[in-house]
Structures are given as structure tokens and as C-alpha cells.
């Protein structure tokens, strides 16, 4: 039986665990963006996995779990190309990376100290086959102007979807809330998803969708739409009120809303531009307060 031994990456022959760990020329490149070069040297003069273990786990604590997140997501974007998957970018393997990074040092926190966040101050991912979106707005009295901002999230924590734009004239917050909800229910549906849960901050919001008792209030007509879109355009959907520290990400969309073009609001598919990664490494990382 043949055995095809070429890296799926690079295309080189004779392919060994070395080689798709450390030598192949997309794995270094990831390497040298993480400032590991040196290490991976090192790495590349033992003899065994063995050895490679042992090292790795000797090293600082921080260095060690952005090693192991390191090999983890350069090997997850190897196995996709092998599946036939487009070639993930340096940028996305280490933004990986470094997630993994910030997730092992969240949780090592919440383990370890008495005083680390509530569960319901964090996000939580949903359940296996369900999407969640979180949305906030911005409004400003002064010239009723308003922005939103909405991000989807898988139950690995992957963002797929996120959105910002520019509302030139609504009458309060609360209607600005209820455009953001309108916005990414659309923009969900129109990517296929079936089973959602939009997690607001918005306690009125919930009230509103949960209920026709402010049907007729000045944003009734945007409430009104907002059910007709969850009742017709999935096949479940929950709407969930949060702490404003598990709504980070779509209230940091919402200030890049209010910097779009009124013309040009934005609607980003996976792969996420930068700035929206670097939102969600945050909000993964930093602990929230009451």
C-alpha cells in the first residue's frame, strides 16, 4: 500500500513530525510572527518527541502554553488543507495561538483565586448547534444620531460574523438597540443559520422581544420587526439579557459603528479583519468588572 508522505503544506516529500512541526517553511513563518525562533532552533536539535516534550514543558509558563497553542492551531490549519481546506494565513494561526493562550490563563485564574469573575460576567459559548449573537448600539442625544455593532460566535468561541454601521437618525437608545437586533438577525439568516440566541445588554430589549406590550411604544414598529424576522427566518431563536462585561465585543462594534460611513455600514464574513480579532483576544482575556 502507498503512503503519501508529501506535507500537505509545502509540498515537500518525505514528510516526518519535525518536519510539519518545525521545518516546513509556513510553520516557521508562524514561529518567527511569535518571536519563538529561537526556540524552535532548539527544538530542532533534539532527537526525539520525547525530548521536544520535555522541553517544552520546562519552559516558562507563558512561553510553554504559547508553544502548545502554537503546534495546536499550525496543526488544525494543516489538517483542514489536507482535507482540501484553503491555506489559513500566518496572521490567523498565530491570532490563534494566541488565543488559546489567553483562554488556558483566563481559566487558570478563575480556578485559582476566590475573586475571579462570576460566570455570569464572562461569555459563555452556546451549545453545539446553536450560534450566539451578541449586539449592542450607541446613541447620541445630542444630534439623535446612533451606530450598532453585532458579532456571531459558534460554541467553540469562533467568531464567523460581525457587522458595524452608522444610523443617521433614531429617536432613543432603545431603538437603537432594537436596529442592531434587526441588522444581525438579517445578516445571520442571510449566512444560513438556523438556531440563534442574540444576547443583548438591554433589559428593555428583552421585554420588548419577548412580549407585544411595547408594540405600541415609539419603537414599536422596529420590535414588531425584529419578531417577524425570528419568527420567520429560523428555527429557533432565544433572545437573553447579560452583563455588559459578556457584551464587550459588539459594544466595542457599536464605537466602530458610529465612525462608518452612513452609506457604508459593514458586514465582515470568517476570516474577521484584525481589529475585530484583537476585540475578541480581549474580551477573552481581560477579567471583567461588576
Not at 188 to 208: N, P, R
Not at 210 to 235: I, N, P, Y
Amino acid at each position: 500500500m502507498e503512503i503519501d508522505t508529501k506535507c500537505p503544506i509545502c509540498l515537500r516529500l518525505d514528510e516526518d513530525g519535525g518536519h510539519y512541526f518545525l521545518n516546513c517553511k509556513f510553520a516557521k513563518e508562524c514561529w518567527r510572527a511569535l518571536n519563538l525562533e529561537e526556540e524552535r532552533a532548539k527544538l530542532c536539535m533534539l532527537s526525539s518527541s520525547m525530548q521536544v516534550s520535555e522541553h517544552i514543558m520546562s519552559l516558562h509558563e507563558e512561553k510553554r502554553i504559547l508553544i502548545i497553542g502554537l503546534l495546536w492551531s499550525w496543526w488544525d490549519a494543516r489538517n483542514k488543507v489536507n482535507a482540501g481546506e484553503e491555506r489559513r494565513s500566518t496572521d490567523e494561526i498565530i491570532y490563534r495561538a494566541r488565543l488559546v493562550t489567553q483562554m488556558v490563563q483566563v481559566v487558570t485564574t478563575k480556578v485559582g483565586s476566590t475573586n475571579a469573575r462570576a460566570p455570569d460576567r464572562s461569555w459563555v459559548p452556546p451549545r453545539q448547534d446553536m450560534w450566539k449573537i451578541n449586539i449592542d448600539a450607541a446613541f447620541s442625544e445630542k444630534d439623535l444620531g446612533g451606530a450598532w455593532g453585532f458579532v456571531v460566535r459558534d460554541n467553540h468561541a469562533r467568531a464567523v460574523l460581525a457587522g458595524a454601521g452608522r444610523i443617521a437618525v433614531v429617536s432613543d437608545a432603545l431603538c437603537a438597540e432594537a436596529t442592531a437586533c434587526i441588522v444581525s438577525l438579517q445578516a445571520a439568516a442571510d449566512q444560513g443559520m438556523q438556531h440563534v440566541m442574540v444576547e443583548t445588554d438591554s433589559q428593555i430589549l428583552v421585554k420588548a422581544l419577548q412580549s407585544d406590550e411595547l408594540d405600541r411604544a415609539q419603537g414599536g414598529v422596529l420590535f414588531r420587526e425584529a419578531k417577524f424576522l425570528m419568527a420567520t427566518l429560523f428555527s429557533s431563536v432565544s433572545v437573553v439579557h447579560v452583563h455588559r462585561s459578556c457584551n464587550s465585543v459588539a459594544h466595542e462594534l457599536a464605537r466602530v459603528g458610529r465612525t462608518r460611513d452612513l452609506d457604508h455600514p459593514a458586514v465582515w464574513v470568517h476570516p474577521l479583519p484584525d481589529f475585530v480579532n484583537t476585540f475578541l483576544v480581549r474580551d477573552s482575556a481581560e477579567p471583567q468588572v461588576a
